[in-house]
């Protein structure tokens, strides 16, 4: 049996100590300073599944690359491309209600990762209804499509969770995120920036040459660092999502 928030009573005397349990206590807290933290035990929780984690991370990277490199130009790139693209987004959602269901304390299943085709086309039926709005905002005045993106950032895990459909996840994020968007923002934004510095090493330093020289040492450093933080980003994802879900006071989507 679980509760509204989604965790699991059968196994809560189990989760002593354990970020599950942190997050499940914090009721009456909402920081993106703790959803980071609680994201960071999470993941130095996963221990040999991180590598696993990782490995299906840098698969999809790597794989649009190897199929059609950097420039795609033919129509058949192009299309190869897109269908490379629409398997990584299948593989990420996936993966994020793993990292849900992982943060709840039901443990690290990679064959939650399997989404069914309606579960997947529900969450691009609501994602393509708001990117344009977000791209118009951003490109005109940028705050406004920023606090779009805020507004809408929990379709994805309202679609994953059951508790929305496809474009009533819209209204349903809205009511979720509504006076947290700044410490959604906050807790957001900080796997993104910890990124930065290695991509900035990537353009200083040239890719390539042997196993043993800068530029080959730099990318296997940089790559290895970025999967990390791809991965401990989508952990923070799903730690705020739940803590949002601990906060809310109006009924039950």
């Not at 490379?84 to 443990?107: I, N, P």
């Amino acid at each position: 049996m679980s509760c509204q928030c989604g965790y699991v009573f059968a196994t809560s005397h189990q989760l002593a100590g354990s970020a599950a349990a942190r997050l499940r206590d914090t009721a009456d807290l909402f920081s993106a300073r703790e959803a980071l933290s609680i994201a960071f035990q999470a993941v130095s929780e996963l221990k040999g599944g991180v590598v696993r984690w990782m490995a299906i991370v840098v698969l999809l990277q790597l794989l649009p690359m190897a199929l059609v490199g950097p420039s795609p130009k033919t129509p058949r790139e192009i299309g190869t491309l897109a269908v490379c693209a629409l398997l990584s987004a299948w593989v990420s959602y996936g993966l994020a209600r793993t990292a849900l269901a992982g943060v709840r304390g039901e443990g690290v299943d990679f064959q939650r990762a399997l989404l069914s085709p309606k579960t997947f086309g529900s969450i691009l039926l609501a994602v393509f209804v708001t990117t344009v709005p977000i791209l118009i905002g951003l490109v005109l005045f940028v705050a406004p499509g920023v606090y779009l993106f805020l507004t809408w950032s929990q379709i994805g895990f309202l679609i994953l969770d059951g508790r929305a459909r496809h474009v009533d996840a819209l209204r349903a994020s809205e009511q979720l995120t509504r006076d947290r968007r700044l410490e959604i923002f906050m807790a957001m934004i900080v796997p993104i920036v910890l990124q930065l510095p290695a991509q900035v090493l990537e353009s200083w330093v040239p890719v390539g040459g042997s196993v043993v020289s800068p530029g080959f040492l730099l990318f296997l450093v940089s790559t290895i660092w970025q999967m990390l933080l791809i991965t401990y980003g989508t952990w923070v994802s799903a730690v705020v999502y739940q803590m949002l879900l601990n906060h809310r006071r109006e009924p039950p989507i």
